[in-house]
């Protein structure tokens, strides 16, 4: 059971826009910077955003995040075909003392 | 360019040891904060362990908690992960990875990561 949750699955047709949330609570989200990555098949993780809303230098635009209270979300424009992963939120628990991730939610652009 | 090169992966009987390391190059290695998270097979990320760049401050997961040990030498570019009386539940993809530049001291976020190395606790 993880600490964030996510929804499991969303799914898109090629161009359009999805979102995808991230719940926690007062100790993690609520409390610090939400974090976003994404794992394409078979490949290491990679971060996608960072401090809630800021991009690495090299992801498009097509990617922003925010964050309200104990709740994040990301948001993919333009959906390619190449988007096709799963997307993990991460936060610092302060009651825990660890950086915590969601289970998880697996983009499908039909 | 940033390299983490993670080895010492391998089947282990329940109850067992294993050492995994990873090795940096690329960047200062002493300046940044390190971790190790881990993916069960088929499952999402979970955090592991994270250390600073001086080795000062360690946090671990409360379920690694007690068996697992990290360290790393910075004269050897190397991060170390001390894994003692193994189960099942251990088995996953070991990643390791160093913040971002931007918050090299920080163990939270987590910039980039290696290619990981698989650790199977099985009899």
Not at chain 1, 100 to 107: E, M, Q
């Amino acid at each position: 059971q993880s600490v964030l949750t996510q929804t499991p699955s969303v799914s898109a047709a090629p161009g359009q826009k999805v979102t995808i949330s991230c719940s926690g609570t007062s100790s993690n989200i609520g409390n610090d910077f939400v974090s976003w990555y994404q794992q394409l098949p078979g490949t290491a993780p990679k971060l996608l955003i960072y401090d809630n809303n800021k991009r690495p230098s090299g992801i498009p635009d097509r990617f922003s995040g925010s964050k309200s209270g104990t709740s994040a979300t990301l948001g993919i424009t333009g959906l390619q075909t190449g988007d096709e992963a799963d997307y993990y939120c991460g936060a610092w628990d302060s009651s825990l003392s660890s950086v915590v991730f969601g289970g998880g939610t697996k983009l499908t652009v039909l | 360019e940033v390299q983490l090169l993670e080895s010492g992966g391998g089947l282990v009987q329940p109850g067992g040891s294993l050492r995994l390391s990873c090795t940096a190059s690329g960047f200062t290695f002493s300046i940044y904060a390190m971790s190790w998270v881990r993916q069960a097979p088929g499952k999402g990320l979970e955090w592991v362990s994270g250390i600073s760049g001086g080795g000062g401050n360690i946090y671990y997961a409360d379920s690694v908690k007690g068996r697992f040990t990290i360290s790393r030498d910075n004269s050897k570019n190397t991060l170390y992960l001390q894994m003692d009386r193994l189960g099942a539940e251990d088995t996953a993809l070991y990643f390791c990875a160093k913040a971002p530049s931007w918050a090299a001291r920080a163990v939270y976020p987590i910039g980039d990561w290696g290619q990981g190395t698989l650790v199977t606790a099985s009899s």
